[in-house]
Antibody, heavy 124, light 107 residues
C-alpha cells in the first residue's frame, strides 16, 4: 500500500524551531516529488513547495521561501518541513503529499497520495 | 502567480441533486487543472486530474471539464458522502496554486 505517514502534533512557543516529517512507503520514494501544503484554521489549501528526493531539487512558493525549509533524506524515505523561528501565524495543519506525474498522454502533477496531516500550534 | 477563482464559495443542495462548481484561472493553463475533495478533519482527496480524468476509485458521478482558463466540476446525483469542501488546483506553473474552495452543504 502506498502511504505517507507524518509525525505527530506539535505545540511550540513563538521563536522556537521545529522540524516535522513525512515518511513514504509502498513505492519508489526517490522517483516522485513530495509537496507540502498548509491549511490554516478554517481556511483553504496553500501550496508551499515541493522536493524531489532523488536529488533534493526543491521549488518553493515565493510566499514561503525564507520562512520554511523543505528537505529530504532518501536513505530513510523521509521528507521534512522545518522552521527556525516559529510565529503564531504558523499555527496550521501541514500536509505532505506525493505528486503524481500523470497517466498516458495526460500530464498531471496533482497530489495523489496525502499524509494524515500534522497540526502545529504556536503560542506565545 | 496564477490566481484560481472558484464559484460559488458555498452551495446548498439536496441528495440526488446535480451541482456544478466552476474554477477560473487568471491565465491560460491548458488542461493542468485538478480537483480535490476534503471532508472535515481529513486530508484532501484527489478526484480529477488533467481537467477531465477521473482518479482511480472515484465514482463516475464526478466529472470534470474545461480547458485554458475555465473549468467545471459536476457532481450528478449527489450522495450523502459528497457533502464536503472542493478545491481546484492549477499545475501549469509553480507555485501550483489552489482555488479558495467551495463548501457543499446539505439543504
Amino acid at each position: 500500500e502506498v502511504q505517507l505517514v507524518q509525525s505527530g502534533a506539535e505545540v511550540k512557543k513563538t521563536g522556537e524551531s521545529l522540524k516535522i516529517s513525512c515518511k513514504g512507503s509502498g513505492y519508489s520514494f526517490t522517483s516522485y516529488w513530495i509537496g507540502w501544503v498548509r491549511q490554516m484554521p478554517g481556511k483553504g489549501l496553500e501550496w508551499m513547495g515541493i522536493i524531489y528526493p532523488g536529488d533534493s531539487d526543491t521549488r518553493y512558493n515565493p510566499s514561503f521561501r525564507g520562512q520554511v525549509t523543505i528537505s529530504a533524506d532518501k536513505s530513510i524515505n523521509t521528507a521534512y518541513l522545518q522552521w527556525s523561528s516559529l510565529k503564531a501565524l504558523d499555527t496550521a495543519i501541514y500536509y505532505c503529499a506525493r505528486q503524481f506525474p500523470g497517466s498516458g498522454d495526460y500530464v498531471s502533477n496533482a497530489f495523489d497520495v496525502w499524509g494524515q496531516g500534522t497540526l502545529v500550534t504556536v503560542s506565545s | 502567480d496564477i490566481q484560481m477563482t472558484q464559484a460559488p464559495s458555498s452551495l446548498s443542495a439536496s441528495v440526488g441533486d446535480r451541482v456544478t462548481i466552476t474554477c477560473r484561472a487568471s491565465q491560460i493553463i491548458n488542461s493542468y487543472l485538478n480537483w480535490y475533495q476534503q471532508k472535515p478533519g481529513m486530508a484532501p482527496k484527489l478526484l480529477i486530474y488533467a481537467a477531465s480524468n477521473l482518479q482511480s476509485g472515484v465514482p463516475s458521478r464526478f466529472t470534470g471539464s474545461g480547458s485554458d482558463t475555465d473549468f467545471t466540476l459536476t457532481i450528478t446525483f449527489l450522495q450523502p458522502e459528497d457533502f464536503a469542501s472542493y478545491y481546484c488546483q492549477q499545475t501549469y506553473n509553480t507555485p501550483y496554486t489552489f482555488g479558495q474552495g467551495t463548501k457543499l452543504e446539505i439543504k
